[in-house]
């Protein structure tokens, strides 16, 4: 089974999880485009629901799918959304943004009761931060954003080199909110939440690609079969 398949079943199993009625985050990127042609073809089955795209791609799809579209100027919440990850570690903790709309995904994800992350396996990692750090930034004073980042790594223990994100053209890549994106090799994470408050606190940092206790679950795909990894419960929070 290719990586595509494995991609399409974490889909299809992340679906079995909606109901009529629901109000559905959309995610960006492969796999989730796969949950959404399957979505599609349920709501061409009957199934009513309505969906919030992250990013303009994912509207596009949608659209093309017949998938029926709001936006979160219109609902107050949203049941569940259901997205891909980059990086997923045992706490589902997660590094979004490879494909340069993690912005809107954490939006998304933030207004959800559940965010189920959909991923071939070889996205579980033990520890976040072989695959680059997005942090999407103001291009006015980014010499003074990337330094403060900087510093912000020093102080959270990680340090690697940056660089603004290019498109295939060779131009800055330019996010759908107009921002640009400083992708961070950083190697090994060694405390994410510490890292993403660090990095929320800099003024020229719109949102970064470290995704802290928004997942509820996580659908992986291998050759094995499907996992699913719900998170676990802080100890004060436990039945």
Known sequence: MNM???????AARALEEVRDGMQLGLGTGSTAKHFVELLGER????????GVPTSEATRADAERCGVPLTTLDEIDHLDITVDGADEIDPDLNLIKGGG???LREKIVAAASDRMIVIADDTKWVPTLGKFPLPVEV?????????RAIEKAFAECGVSGQMAVRKDKGGHVFVTDGGHWIVDAQLGRIVNPPGLAKALSAIPGVV???LFIGLASSAVLAGGEGIRVIERRKPKGDQE
């Open 138 to 146: 103001i291009p006015f004073g980014l010499g003074a954003t990337r």
């Open 43 to 50: 709501v061409a089955a009957g199934l009513k629901v309505i």
């Open 207 to 209: 949102e970064h690609g």
């Open 100 to 102: 340069g709309a993690l």
């Open 4 to 10: 595509d398949q494995l991609k399409r079943q974490a």
